[in-house]
Protein backbone atom coordinates (compact mmCIF):
# COMPACT_ATOMS: atom_id res chain seq x y z
CA UNK A 1 0.00 0.00 0.00
CA UNK A 2 1.31 3.58 -1.15
CA UNK A 3 1.81 5.69 1.80
CA UNK A 4 -0.25 8.90 2.01
CA UNK A 5 0.81 11.55 0.16
CA UNK A 6 0.92 15.52 1.52
CA UNK A 7 0.75 16.87 -1.77
CA UNK A 8 4.17 18.11 -1.45
CA UNK A 9 7.20 17.56 -3.64
CA UNK A 10 10.75 16.48 -2.06
CA UNK A 11 12.57 19.59 -2.53
CA UNK A 12 9.66 21.96 -1.50
CA UNK A 13 9.38 19.82 1.66
CA UNK A 14 13.15 20.11 2.31
CA UNK A 15 12.90 23.81 2.59
CA UNK A 16 10.03 23.63 4.92
CA UNK A 17 12.02 21.20 6.92
CA UNK A 18 14.93 23.44 6.94
CA UNK A 19 12.82 26.88 7.17
CA UNK A 20 11.21 24.98 10.55
CA UNK A 21 14.66 24.24 11.77
CA UNK A 22 16.53 27.31 11.27
CA UNK A 23 13.42 29.07 13.16
CA UNK A 24 14.04 26.78 16.26
CA UNK A 25 17.86 27.41 16.11
CA UNK A 26 16.60 31.16 16.04
CA UNK A 27 14.72 30.42 18.99
CA UNK A 28 17.65 28.54 20.77
CA UNK A 29 19.93 31.22 20.46
CA UNK A 30 17.65 34.12 21.37
CA UNK A 31 16.75 32.61 24.96
CA UNK A 32 19.31 32.87 26.71
CA UNK A 33 19.56 33.18 30.96
CA UNK A 34 21.19 35.87 32.86
CA UNK A 35 22.81 36.08 36.36
CA UNK A 36 21.95 40.10 37.67
CA UNK A 37 24.31 40.39 41.47
CA UNK A 38 23.32 44.09 42.59
CA UNK A 39 19.78 44.25 41.38
CA UNK A 40 18.90 46.22 44.53
CA UNK A 41 21.40 49.10 43.52
CA UNK A 42 20.94 52.18 41.60
CA UNK A 43 21.76 50.53 38.14
CA UNK A 44 21.48 47.37 39.04
CA UNK A 45 17.85 48.12 39.76
CA UNK A 46 17.14 49.84 36.53
CA UNK A 47 19.14 46.99 34.76
CA UNK A 48 16.73 44.25 36.38
CA UNK A 49 13.60 45.86 34.47
CA UNK A 50 15.14 46.43 30.89
CA UNK A 51 16.27 42.60 31.40
CA UNK A 52 13.00 41.67 32.20
CA UNK A 53 10.89 43.50 29.74
CA UNK A 54 13.44 42.06 27.11
CA UNK A 55 12.94 39.04 24.70
CA UNK A 56 16.66 38.57 24.74
CA UNK A 57 16.78 36.38 27.89
CA UNK A 58 14.06 33.65 28.71
CA UNK A 59 15.24 33.75 32.32
CA UNK A 60 16.80 36.34 34.76
CA UNK A 61 18.09 34.79 38.06
CA UNK A 62 19.43 37.49 41.11
CA UNK A 63 21.59 36.48 43.70
CA UNK A 64 20.23 39.12 46.58
CA UNK A 65 20.93 39.54 50.58
CA UNK A 66 16.95 39.73 51.25
CA UNK A 67 14.06 39.53 49.22
CA UNK A 68 13.22 42.43 46.62
CA UNK A 69 9.49 41.92 46.83
CA UNK A 70 9.13 42.02 42.86
CA UNK A 71 7.59 39.01 41.05
CA UNK A 72 7.97 38.06 36.82
CA UNK A 73 7.53 35.03 35.22
CA UNK A 74 11.32 35.44 34.01
CA UNK A 75 12.33 36.45 37.33
CA UNK A 76 14.41 33.38 39.51
CA UNK A 77 15.30 35.34 42.92
CA UNK A 78 17.90 33.34 45.48
CA UNK A 79 18.81 34.61 48.96
CA UNK A 80 22.60 34.23 49.11
CA UNK A 81 25.03 34.90 51.52
CA UNK A 82 27.62 36.45 48.98
CA UNK A 83 30.11 35.63 52.03
CA UNK A 84 29.88 31.91 50.62
CA UNK A 85 29.11 31.84 47.11
CA UNK A 86 30.65 28.93 46.14
CA UNK A 87 27.34 27.36 48.37
CA UNK A 88 25.55 28.50 45.92
CA UNK A 89 27.45 27.11 42.62
CA UNK A 90 24.07 26.25 40.39
CA UNK A 91 23.10 29.94 40.34
CA UNK A 92 26.17 30.55 38.02
CA UNK A 93 25.40 28.15 35.30
CA UNK A 94 23.76 31.19 32.89
CA UNK A 95 24.92 32.19 29.84
CA UNK A 96 25.52 36.03 30.80
CA UNK A 97 26.79 37.28 34.25
CA UNK A 98 25.76 41.06 34.79
CA UNK A 99 27.93 42.97 37.64
CA UNK A 100 26.65 45.55 39.31
CA UNK A 101 27.66 45.22 43.19
CA UNK A 102 29.43 48.46 44.52
CA UNK A 103 29.20 50.30 47.75
CA UNK A 104 31.16 53.68 49.13
CA UNK A 105 34.36 53.16 52.06
CA UNK A 106 32.10 55.38 54.45
CA UNK A 107 28.95 52.99 54.09
CA UNK A 108 30.79 50.32 54.04
CA UNK A 109 33.01 51.31 57.43
CA UNK A 110 36.86 50.48 56.33
CA UNK A 111 38.56 49.80 53.48
CA UNK A 112 38.84 46.19 54.03
CA UNK A 113 34.52 46.13 54.25
CA UNK A 114 34.84 47.98 51.01
CA UNK A 115 37.17 45.65 49.30
CA UNK A 116 35.21 42.59 50.76
CA UNK A 117 32.03 44.19 48.51
CA UNK A 118 33.87 46.00 45.19
CA UNK A 119 36.15 43.16 44.52
CA UNK A 120 35.78 39.74 46.45
CA UNK A 121 32.03 39.75 46.09
CA UNK A 122 32.01 40.43 42.07
CA UNK A 123 35.29 38.52 41.47
CA UNK A 124 33.48 34.94 43.21
CA UNK A 125 31.00 36.03 41.29
CA UNK A 126 33.02 36.24 37.92
CA UNK A 127 35.29 33.12 38.82
CA UNK A 128 32.19 31.16 39.49
CA UNK A 129 30.03 31.87 36.76
CA UNK A 130 33.31 30.82 34.04
CA UNK A 131 33.77 27.55 36.03
CA UNK A 132 29.97 27.26 35.19
CA UNK A 133 30.39 27.83 31.36
CA UNK A 134 29.22 31.63 31.40
CA UNK A 135 30.13 33.53 27.94
CA UNK A 136 29.85 37.28 28.81
CA UNK A 137 30.73 38.95 31.62
CA UNK A 138 29.58 42.73 31.85
CA UNK A 139 30.70 44.64 35.24
CA UNK A 140 29.58 48.27 36.31
CA UNK A 141 33.32 49.76 37.08
CA UNK A 142 34.48 53.08 37.04
CA UNK A 143 35.86 56.33 35.65
CA UNK A 144 39.77 56.64 36.45
CA UNK A 145 39.81 52.77 37.22
CA UNK A 146 43.74 51.41 37.82
CA UNK A 147 45.78 49.51 40.03
CA UNK A 148 47.57 51.96 40.48
CA UNK A 149 45.65 54.99 40.73
CA UNK A 150 46.41 57.34 44.15
CA UNK A 151 42.73 56.88 45.46
CA UNK A 152 41.93 53.62 47.40
CA UNK A 153 38.44 53.46 45.41
CA UNK A 154 39.66 53.83 42.23
CA UNK A 155 42.77 51.25 43.23
CA UNK A 156 40.39 48.63 44.20
CA UNK A 157 38.08 49.06 40.76
CA UNK A 158 41.07 48.77 38.53
CA UNK A 159 42.32 45.67 40.50
CA UNK A 160 39.58 44.41 40.00
CA UNK A 161 39.36 45.22 36.43
CA UNK A 162 42.72 43.16 36.41
CA UNK A 163 42.03 40.13 37.75
CA UNK A 164 38.27 39.59 35.97
CA UNK A 165 40.30 40.45 32.85
CA UNK A 166 42.35 36.82 32.94
CA UNK A 167 39.26 34.95 33.45
CA UNK A 168 38.06 32.69 30.63
CA UNK A 169 35.50 34.86 29.61
CA UNK A 170 34.77 35.06 25.17
CA UNK A 171 33.18 38.42 25.97
CA UNK A 172 34.28 40.80 29.06
CA UNK A 173 32.96 44.48 29.17
CA UNK A 174 33.64 46.99 31.79
CA UNK A 175 31.85 49.89 32.13
CA UNK A 176 32.99 53.28 33.98
CA UNK A 177 30.60 55.76 34.46
CA UNK A 178 31.30 59.23 35.70
CA UNK A 179 29.39 60.37 38.74
CA UNK A 180 25.99 59.25 38.75
CA UNK A 181 22.63 60.85 38.89
CA UNK A 182 19.68 58.67 40.39
CA UNK A 183 17.39 58.37 43.59
CA UNK A 184 18.99 55.91 46.08
CA UNK A 185 17.63 54.20 48.74
CA UNK A 186 20.21 55.64 50.95
CA UNK A 187 21.30 59.23 50.25
CA UNK A 188 25.05 60.28 49.56
CA UNK A 189 25.11 63.68 50.57
CA UNK A 190 28.83 64.04 48.65
CA UNK A 191 27.64 62.77 45.88
CA UNK A 192 24.53 64.53 45.29
CA UNK A 193 26.82 67.80 46.17
CA UNK A 194 29.25 66.67 43.40
CA UNK A 195 26.36 66.06 40.94
CA UNK A 196 24.60 69.43 41.38
CA UNK A 197 28.24 71.20 40.79
CA UNK A 198 28.64 69.09 37.96
CA UNK A 199 25.37 69.76 36.52
CA UNK A 200 25.98 73.94 36.75
CA UNK A 201 29.45 73.13 35.48
CA UNK A 202 27.73 70.89 32.80
CA UNK A 203 28.53 73.72 29.64
CA UNK A 204 32.01 73.15 30.19
CA UNK A 205 32.47 69.48 30.10
CA UNK A 206 32.92 69.37 26.39
CA UNK A 207 35.50 67.54 24.04
CA UNK A 208 37.93 65.37 25.90
CA UNK A 209 36.15 66.66 29.34
CA UNK A 210 33.14 65.33 28.00
CA UNK A 211 33.50 61.82 30.10
CA UNK A 212 33.85 63.53 33.46
CA UNK A 213 29.73 65.01 32.81
CA UNK A 214 27.35 63.02 35.40
CA UNK A 215 25.42 60.43 33.89
CA UNK A 216 21.56 59.21 34.81
CA UNK A 217 22.28 55.41 36.05
CA UNK A 218 19.44 54.29 33.77
CA UNK A 219 21.81 55.46 30.72
CA UNK A 220 24.61 52.77 31.81
CA UNK A 221 21.67 50.41 32.60
CA UNK A 222 20.61 50.88 29.10
CA UNK A 223 24.56 50.79 27.60
CA UNK A 224 24.83 47.94 29.56
CA UNK A 225 21.74 45.92 27.92
CA UNK A 226 22.74 47.06 24.79
CA UNK A 227 26.17 45.55 24.90
CA UNK A 228 24.99 42.62 26.13
CA UNK A 229 22.75 42.13 23.20
CA UNK A 230 25.37 42.87 20.68
CA UNK A 231 27.92 40.58 18.88
CA UNK A 232 30.74 42.33 21.08
CA UNK A 233 33.66 39.95 21.89
CA UNK A 234 36.92 39.86 23.67
CA UNK A 235 37.66 42.68 26.01
CA UNK A 236 36.30 46.07 26.41
CA UNK A 237 36.67 48.92 28.22
CA UNK A 238 33.53 51.58 28.05
CA UNK A 239 34.16 55.21 29.02
CA UNK A 240 31.51 57.50 30.25
CA UNK A 241 31.13 59.57 27.34
CA UNK A 242 31.20 56.28 25.21
CA UNK A 243 28.14 54.61 27.21
CA UNK A 244 26.12 58.26 27.02
CA UNK A 245 26.34 57.40 23.10
CA UNK A 246 25.58 53.94 23.21
CA UNK A 247 22.22 54.42 25.41
CA UNK A 248 21.57 57.35 23.28
CA UNK A 249 21.78 54.93 20.64
CA UNK A 250 19.57 52.56 21.85
CA UNK A 251 16.73 55.54 22.85
CA UNK A 252 16.43 56.42 19.07
CA UNK A 253 16.23 52.97 18.26
CA UNK A 254 13.44 52.62 20.81
CA UNK A 255 11.68 55.59 19.48
Same mark, same amino acid.
Given at each position: ??? $??????????????????????????? +??? +? *? &?? /?????????????? *???????????? !??????????? #???????? @?????????????????????????? /????????????? $?? @??????????? @???????? =???? $????????????? *???? &?????? +??????? $??? #?????? @???? =???? #??? #???????????????????? +??? !????????????????????????????????????
Amino acid at each position: MNE $PSDGLHGETRNEIQSEAQRAKQHETTK +ARS +A *L &LV /GASGLIGGHLLDRL *LDDDTWSRIRIL !VRRPLGREHPK #LDERIADF @ERLSDHASAFAVDDIFCCLGTTIKKA /GSQDAFRQVDYVY $PF @ETARLGAEAGA @EKLLVVSS =LGAA $PDARSFYLQVKGQ *LEQA &LGRLPY +ATTIFLR $PSL #LLGVRE @EPRP =LETF #LGG #LARGLWWLMIGPLGRYRPIA +AEL !VADAMLTVARSDASGKQILESDTIRAIAGRRGRHRR
